[in-house]
């Protein structure tokens, strides 16, 4: 009999050794409050820039909806926004129709946008003597340079379309197609720390 209660007691013991092992080795398999280990939850979806937005030059301007803007250096020409023209897509891009009115009495039309982010320019399209677009197939963007002369692009970039001006630029629009419309329309007070660079 004593053989027979020590083979039962063995037996038991073994028993409960292997339920302890397989109850510790579930227990380490799943997360618990100490676990500092993260879930793995499927790769993570990497938002990529936005994609240019394919767009249609607007109908030709009508003189009412002209707003004319001045430039910081000396220039012969007048420079106006078509502000019914104007948008800001999806994409960030500042879209508008741009005339230029000679001394000559000569006007030339084109439809261009600007980028805040990179300070680039494009002109998508130009109109022809039949007032008709005639879209560039190849137009590039292009750095926005500060030019002594007929410096209308640095103009809109820094005046009125984007926030910041130079170095200090956040990349972005000063706001949506109608804020930039009224600062067209109504343009700020020009600071006077900042110097006339036609010298």
């Known amino acids: 009999m004593s053989a027979l209660r020590d083979l039962i007691s ?15 080795s579930g227990a380490a398999d799943r997360p ?14 990497e938002q ?37 023209s104007l948008t800001v897509g999806k994409d960030a891009i500042i879209r508008f129709v741009l005339v230029i009115r000679t001394a000559g009495d000569e006007t030339n039309v084109r439809f261009s946008g600007v980028r805040c982010s990179d300070r680039t320019w494009k002109d998508y399209a130009f109109v022809g003597n039949d007032k008709k677009w005639k ?4 137009a590039q963007w292009r750095d926005i340079q500060e030019l002594r002369y007929n ?6 970039y820094g005046d009125y379309f984007c926030l910041g001006r ?34």
């Open 10 to 24: 063995a037996v038991a013991g073994a028993a409960l050794v292997a339920a302890l092992c397989v109850g510790s």
């Open 151 to 156: 410096n209308y692009q640095e103009t809109l």
């Open 166 to 199: 130079g170095v200090w630029t956040s990349g972005k629009p000063v706001g949506d197609a109608r804020k930039l419309a009224k600062l067209l329309r109504n343009p700020p007070t020009p600071d006077r720390r900042v110097p006339n660079r036609s010298d």
């Open 48 to 84: 990529g820039p936005v994609a240019e937005e394919q767009v249609a030059p607007p109908p030709y301007p009508r003189n009412s909806d002209l707003a004319e803007f001045k430039l910081r250096n000396p220039t012969s020409n007048r420079f106006l926004v078509d502000t019914s």
């Open 32 to 45: 618990g409050r100490g676990d500092q280990t993260p879930i793995q939850t499927g790769p993570e979806q």
């Open 135 to 138: 879209v560039d197939a190849d």
